[in-house]
């Protein structure tokens, strides 16, 4: 019972059992649901970046057709700020008249139909006393953050190691503003019972949301029911709880009425974060044989002026490579924007960016194959603990990714292959996502008639959540995966964290590991004073489970079905609890391994009109025990898609003169789409990892970091043109 024991139900391509229910409509989006009398809810944004609102008159709006309530600063109560998080709630809106960025909520209206509530908002006369902005990166009036989280790290001495290295590679890399966009508009109903508040809600973490509106509104948290079963996409967009939510709360109470509140696409790029932008600067030394001496990666980042987000972009380069003297350092710059926040791969997108560039940049001064700098550098032991991994199969993938796609074909001379017209590159790069792992609790139960129930109030965003606990539940319960229904996204269930940083499936699987194992303890202990059972006197870890039975270890004849020990005792159902809380890495002796991987890629670029084109991908994933390859496979092509659109389309604009978001539409916020993507090859490799029971690592991220260097790397080995900024633009390739 410590370890998954049979093959036949983890690691198999078993289809999503929530799929059904998607592809016929009948799951239940937070915008599907409403109440009876319910009413709806339309925002108000600032159209200015800084300043404060001079002048307000809704008496229009207020007089506007099926109107019930028009919120404003001016009359807004006061609401308490959220509860202490390393993702903090956003102030809470509607507090005073200063602008922080354009796009910021100053007025709300309730209506009894959506379109009255639009057409009353646009009545609403708002007057500003703008403030100069601050809205550049590089604006020397910027206030800058060092070290915003401690994170900061040093080994050796780069500088002096720098000073005596053989070859040096100094250069700086950039990464655009990208919005997360997925295609489920976020959506809140809330709706108020006295002091119990129900709410609906597009979140990646449901108790952080009751735990916040709570706080905010001053009620018990035992009275806030957050419901999401489903989640249209969030790519850490949902990962706070964000203005709009406290808003609809707020409006409900306000109106008296259960209130609906959907954001437009245009809300989406100001109101629920974005992926801010970079400036790295690395420089990598090394010997004439391909030893790295010296790595020093500074990198300064964008966040918005009451914004604390977390994203320590060089902080993956303390243990990237074997190198014995590194220093990282993260800045931040406050900025006239919306909230930055996560997005896919968060730090570490940006971060693989510029250091693997520079590891491309620095194999061509050596004169050395790419892959093989990166093999010469390996890391056997982590760099920074001196601990061993609790896994790693880095060296595998690169090995079998290279084979997978005929990497030694590949001629080292820049430009020099063609297809017609085309220029065809080669590029490959490193990838790591960094380990993360969060308390979480599950319950399992057991019925009479042999089926079991299992759940945890954490979400499932797309990415097989449902599927995979259904899976490890029945692997661990011994029973058939259609006996076993898997629930969550209903904080009334036992709390779990938030659906992120690739930590869930360890979390989530370890509770439910040990509430699967605790609740077989439980049926043994019914059976201690039973001296005619079979398994009198057996622990849990003297059983095996199988085929809805409890049996002696190697004994399958000696046991008993958990339907005849529930009769025999006299019980309806038999239920148990678990939880789940990593040990330190010091207390383990080892160093707790994220996923690793290997990207190889092909492009093909025409330097006559600018066009560059992905022409295929070849995914090399160490990400620990595969419970679903099927679903796995589906999250690395899907982070793949992305990382294209990281490398060669996403770019949020935000206007200079205005603060706006420019390109705040699906026409004119640029994504990869079915013609830009190429032919993906997915392979895992590794082995399960050593720091949790279940063997699992998260494979949600990796699939993202990577692509960006990859492509701007192969787009080198095609032209001869060095990209040190993404997304790559037509401008860059041109005559290259």
């Not at 093959?7 to 599907?32: F, Q, W």
């Not at 508009?185 to 990646?204: C, E, I, P, R």
């Not at 790295?292 to 490579?321: K, R």
């Not at 690395?636 to 390109?663: H, K």
């Amino acid at each position: 019972m410590t370890i998954i024991e049979r093959a036949g139900l983890v690691g198999a391509g078993v289809d999503r059992v929530d799929g059904p229910l998607k592809v016929t409509g009948a799951a239940h989006y937070p915008n599907d649901f409403s109440f009876p009398d319910m009413a709806y809810a339309a925002l108000v944004r600032a159209t200015i970046p800084a300043g404060r609102v001079s002048h307000l008159d809704t008496s229009a709006a207020e007089r506007a057709p099926g109107v019930l309530a028009v919120l404003t600063h001016l009359n807004a109560p006061k609401l308490e700020s959220g509860p202490p998080s390393f993702l903090r709630t956003p102030p809470p809106p509607l507090q005073d008249d200063r602008i922080r960025y354009y796009g910021q909520y100053v007025a709300v209206v309730v209506a009894g139909t959506a379109e009255q509530a639009s057409a009353a908002a646009r009545r609403i006369e708002i007057g500003y006393e703008r403030a100069e902005p601050v809205l550049e990166i590089d604006d020397p009036r910027a206030e800058r953050i060092t070290n915003p989280w401690g994170m900061d790290a040093n080994r050796g001495d780069a500088q002096a190691a720098l000073g005596a290295a053989d070859v040096v590679i100094d250069a700086t890399y950039t990464t655009a503003e990208n919005t997360n966009n997925p295609l489920g508009l976020f959506a809140t109903v809330a709706a108020w019972d006295g002091d119990a508040l129900t709410v609906h809600d597009s979140t990646q973490w449901p108790t952080q949301v009751r735990a916040t509106l709570a706080k905010v509104f001053g009620v018990p948290e035992a009275g806030v029911r957050v419901l999401v079963p489903y989640v249209g996409g969030g790519f850490g967009a949902g990962l706070r709880v964000w203005p709009h939510v406290i808003l609809a709360a707020l409006a409900a109470r306000e109106a008296g009425r259960p209130v609906k509140l959907v954001l437009t696409r245009p809300e989406m790029f100001t109101g629920i974060g974005h992926r801010p932008a970079t400036v790295q600067r690395v420089r990598i030394g090394a010997t004439r044989d391909g030893r790295l001496t010296a790595i020093d990666q500074e990198s300064l980042s964008t966040v918005s002026i009451e914004g604390d987000n977390i994203e320590p972009c060089a902080a993956g380069a303390t243990s990237a490579y074997a190198c014995p003297n590194v220093s990282t350092r993260d800045r931040q710059v406050r900025l006239n924007i919306p909230w930055t926040s996560s997005m896919r791969a968060p730090g570490e997108a940006q971060g693989n960016f510029a250091l693997e560039s520079a590891v491309d940049e620095l194999s061509y001064s050596l004169g050395l194959d790419p892959l093989e700098l990166r093999l010469r550098n390996y890391a056997e032991v982590h760099p920074q603990y001196g601990l061993p991994w609790s896994s790693k199969a880095l060296r595998e993938c690169y090995e079998v990714g290279a084979e997978r796609f005929g990497w030694s074909r590949r001629p080292a001379r820049p430009g020099s292959m063609r297809d017609g017209d085309w220029l065809v590159g080669y590029g490959m790069a490193g990838i790591s996502y960094f380990w993360y792992q969060a308390p979480c609790q599950a319950r399992a139960t057991v019925r009479g008639d042999g089926t079991a129930y299992v759940r945890s109030a954490v979400t499932d965003i797309g990415t097989g959540t449902y599927t995979v606990m259904t899976q490890l539940s029945a692997e661990f319960l011994g029973l058939d995966p259609g006996l076993v229904t898997f629930d969550l996204g209903d904080t009334s269930m036992p709390p779990g964290p938030q659906a992120g940083g690739s930590g869930l499936t360890a979390a989530l699987g370890t509770a439910v590991h040990a509430a699967c194992r605790n609740l077989v303890r439980a049926f043994l202990d019914t059976l201690a004073g039973d001296p005619a059972s079979p398994l009198a006197g057996c622990g849990v870890d003297d059983v095996t489970v199988a085929g809805g039975r409890i049996h002696r270890n190697g004994e399958p004849e000696r046991g008993e079905s958990y339907t005849r020990i529930l009769a025999a005792q006299g019980l309806a159902e038999l239920s148990a609890d678990g939880d789940s809380a990593p040990p330190r890495p010091q207390d383990a002796g080892m160093a707790p391994a994220g996923p690793f991987g290997a990207r190889f890629v092909e492009v093909r670029v025409d330097p006559d009109l600018g066009l560059l084109r992905v022409a295929r991908v070849v995914s090399a994933i160490d990400g620990g025990r595969i419970l679903n390859e099927k679903l796995a496979r589906s999250q690395i092509i899907g982070g793949t898609v992305g990382g294209i659109g990281m490398a060669m389309f996403e770019d949020t604009v935000t206007d200079p003169g205005t603060g706006r978001v420019a390109n705040a539409t699906f026409g004119d916020y640029l994504v990869a789409v079915n013609a830009d993507v190429p032919d993906m090859e997915v392979t895992f490799v590794g082995e399960p990892d050593r720091y949790n029971p279940v063997g699992v690592k998260g494979v949600g991220e990796i699939g993202l970091v990577g692509m960006a260097a990859a492509i701007a790397n192969a787009v080198y080995h095609a032209t001869g043109r060095r990209i040190r900024s993404v997304p790559i633009t037509i401008d860059q390739l041109l005559a290259a």
